[in-house]
């Protein structure tokens, strides 16, 4: 769109230069990477049908896009009122009046002099403020930065939120997988209490076999209720993400399921990348040029104003003539304003404007550094989770033939009880540890690919359902 050239107050923005590192700290940036769109949809590296439906009823049905995306219709709004602003305004108008002038104000020293009348008029008015100082076009540039900072501020909740749904998906499976393994330890213990009692009938063990066994079926038999609670709230809290009722879920997510896992390789990129990746990143770049274009604004408010003005129309004391060569009538006017003192109004106004956009800048940088540090501190944690998940899974495997060979031996009277209880304990702690490994695995790999900013530009333009 054509604008009047002229001086625009105000700096002109520059986006800050930033310096990064070449490469992460961690050891997992040096695998191979995987494609981009590995990445914008990373939640399918889990191939989970259930997941990814759960993904797509998320970004139709939460409230919180939904505010985001009111949001950002809002900005477009206030975008298009800032362009309109620096164009001319055009009325119409039209009136039709009849006037009876007072006895005194007809009646006067030489005699009569009026009497009533009627008039009629249909004309245009125009104005236009001259953006001499560019105002008006700051203002736009405010509005556009604006505008921009909203979408990255929808951006950024859909990426929060198709993580918080796979975490809480995690959780359910977690806390359903811990369900069977406390399930299942419930029932070895109440054989091992039977093979107690009958072997204390026989005379063979004494009544403390017994007592040792039937606490350890009470102390299985009290994890359950703990579990049961935790699970149902990890699936009230996924339903809530996807818009719906909490026990919307409770029939999807009945039946329990492995907890699922990606294959041990990740999209991560280079530290540069994170400007380009994260919303949250973009949007406060963005909010500094709408804070930088408002100084501009602000500074103009020391200059004169001008602004022209004309109308043009058809004015007549009869209906009949009004639309007549002779009824033509049109004013032309410019006018200006300046303001002389206002008591430092105007100059406290850029230093406020002129501060926030240091705060502003202040926040895109470190908004930068905490970027990074998240990702740093997610391929560290997952890093380490990995070790920590094998080392697990070989100790599951030895508790495991450790309690089989403990009651065989039990049975045949070369080991007391307290080893068969000693395993059966060892085994549990070690498939518990194992199973929130793999849960805190797969969550460590979903908060790096939130720290990346994976899934930051999935459907961005859909529309969104209105909510019910």
């Not at 008029?121 to 405010?142: C, F, M, V, Y």
């Not at 045949?412 to 540890?433: E, I, K, M, P, W």
Request: contains cysteine; hydrophobic residues 40%; neutral net charge.
């Amino acid at each position: 769109m054509p604008l009047l050239p002229g001086c625009v107050a105000g700096p002109d923005y520059q986006r800050p230069p930033t310096a990064f590192q070449a490469k992460w700290a961690s050891a997992l940036a040096d695998q191979p990477l995987g494609s981009r769109q590995n990445l914008h949809a990373w939640w399918q590296s889990f191939h989970d049908p259930l997941l990814n439906s759960l993904i797509t009823q998320a970004r139709l049905g939460n409230r919180d896009v939904f505010q985001a995306e009111a949001r950002l219709r809002e900005a477009r709004a206030n975008r298009d009122l800032s362009v309109a602003n620096i164009l001319p305004t055009l009325s119409m108008n039209a009136s039709a009046s009849k006037n009876q002038p007072s006895t005194a104000s007809r009646f006067g020293q030489f005699g009569q002099f009026g009497s009533s009348y009627n008039q009629f008029s249909h004309g245009l008015d125009a104005s236009w403020e001259l953006d001499l100082w560019g105002k008006q076009r700051r203002s736009i540039e405010s509005a556009e930065a604006t505008l921009d900072a909203s979408a990255e501020d929808l951006q950024d909740v859909l990426v929060s939120l198709y993580a918080e749904v796979a975490l809480n998906y995690i959780d359910v499976r977690r806390y359903q997988n811990e369900w069977v393994i406390a399930k299942n330890s419930l029932k070895a213990q109440q054989e091992t209490y039977d093979i107690a009692r009958w072997r204390a009938q026989a005379g063979l063990v004494s009544e403390v076999d017994v007592l040792q066994a039937r606490q350890s079926v009470e102390s299985a038999r009290a994890d359950i209720p703990k579990l049961t609670s935790a699970l149902e709230q990890a699936k009230h809290g996924l339903a809530v993400l996807l818009g719906k009722q909490p026990t919307e879920l409770n029939a999807l997510l009945a039946q329990s399921a492995p907890i699922p896992a990606a294959a041990d390789h990740i999209v991560v990129g280079i530290p540069a990348d994170v400007l380009r990746q994260r919303p949250d990143v973009r949007r406060s770049e963005r909010k500094l040029a709408a804070q930088t274009a408002q100084i501009g604004v602000a500074e103009a408010g020391a200059y004169p104003s001008f602004t022209l003005s004309g109308s043009i129309g058809l004015e007549s004391l009869l209906a009949a003539n009004l639309y007549t060569a002779a009824a033509k009538t049109f004013q032309m006017a410019a006018s200006s304003a300046w303001v002389l003192f206002d008591s430092g109004r105007i100059r406290s106004n850029v230093k406020i404007q002129t501060a926030l956009q240091e705060q502003a800048l202040g926040l895109y940088q470190n908004t930068i550094l905490t970027a990074l540090k998240e990702v740093e501190n997610s391929l560290t944690a997952l890093d380490q989770e990995w070790q920590r998940r094998d080392a697990l899974k070989a100790s599951a495997t030895a508790g495991k033939e450790a309690l089989t060979l403990a009651q065989q031996q039990y049975q045949t009277g070369t080991a007391d009880f307290q080893r068969v209880l000693d395993a059966q304990q060892s085994l549990l702690t070690a498939q518990n540890q194992l199973v929130e490994s793999e849960a805190e695995s797969a969550s460590n790999l979903i908060r790096l690919y939130k720290a990346l900013g994976g899934g930051w530009d999935v459907n961005a333009t859909q529309p969104h359902q209105t909510p019910h």
